[in-house]
């Protein structure tokens, strides 16, 4: 885990618990992980995922992993050292989100596996749902589909240390969901999706 470094803080309990909030709120937070391959699915899944949750009025907030290197992460590269900082970053921030009541959508390729288990460990230490969701498409797919021209560039020599094609992407072993979205279409991985949240009574539950 990263250091501490600032000295002379003190938490500052506010007035207002979790508990009290949701109820007030008539809403329950968590984190979806989405992880996979650059192309396999996580953004266009997510995206769709966020406006299904917002439309039945369950605030949702997607963290997608390129948007945030345009802001938060914008000092961070794609070294070995950067790519932990940049999911412990987000992983501080998606807690933060379900904390307030909101799902947390995050679509990062998140290659390693001990650097999402970092995330997990921060959600379960604060008490709070996190489902790890394998977008679980081959690589042959996702570089056919290679929208941002990534895996061409990356095969061209033009980027080094690119997730599938030089450098290795650990798939989780127990994921909470897996969406093959080389066979499914968005819709069904959407209802996929809530169907879980569903089922951990994190929908529909609470005042409005």
Known sequence: MTEQKATNIVWHEGDLGRDERWKSLGVKGATLWFTGLSGSGKSTVSAALEQALVLRRQPAYRLDGDNIRHGLNKNLGFTAADRVENIRRIGEVAKLFAD???????????????????????????????????????LAICEGRDPKGMYKKA?????????????????????????????????????????????????????R
Do not use: M, W
């Open 155 to 207: 095969r061209a020599g033009l980027i080094k240390g690119f997730t599938g094609v030089d450098d290795p992407y650990e798939a989780p072993v127990t994921p909470e969901l897996v969406l093959k979205t080389g066979d499914s279409a968005v819709k069904a991985c959407v209802a996929q999706c809530l169907n879980l949240l569903e089922a951990q009574g994190l929908l529909g539950g609470g005042a």
């Open 100 to 138: 307030s009541g909101c799902i947390a959508l995050t679509a990062f390729i998140s290659p390693y596996a001990a650097d999402r288990a970092i995330v997990r460990k921060i959600h379960e230490e604060a008490t709070l749902p996190f489902f790890e969701i394998f977008v679980d498409a081959p």
